[in-house]
């Protein structure tokens, strides 16, 4: 995994004008719902999207992520 390991200070290399936006589903069985938290720490200005009972692949459902796509 070392590969998905982003480095210190990863956030700050963000342009701060470009929305950064994070879907997690409770009932993830693949990655868990904790790491949401680490990624809320780290990006304090993303935006964050959490369901339930979506698994991992939101049920194969991305209104939502096409929403906020079409939002911007």
């Known amino acids: 995994m070392d590969e998905f390991t982003l480095d ?5 290399k963000l342009l701060k004008a470009v929305p950064v936006y994070f879907y997690h ?7 868990p719902f904790t790491h949401l938290a680490l990624h809320r720490e780290k990006f304090p200005h993303a935006i964050v999207r959490e369901f339930d009972g979506r698994g991992h692949q939101f049920n194969n459902d991305l209104s939502e992520v096409a929403a906020d796509i079409q939002s911007l």
Do not use: L, Q
Request: charged share 40%.
């Open 25 to 31: 589903s409770r009932d993830d069985d693949t990655v």
């Open 8 to 12: 210190e200070g990863h956030a700050s």
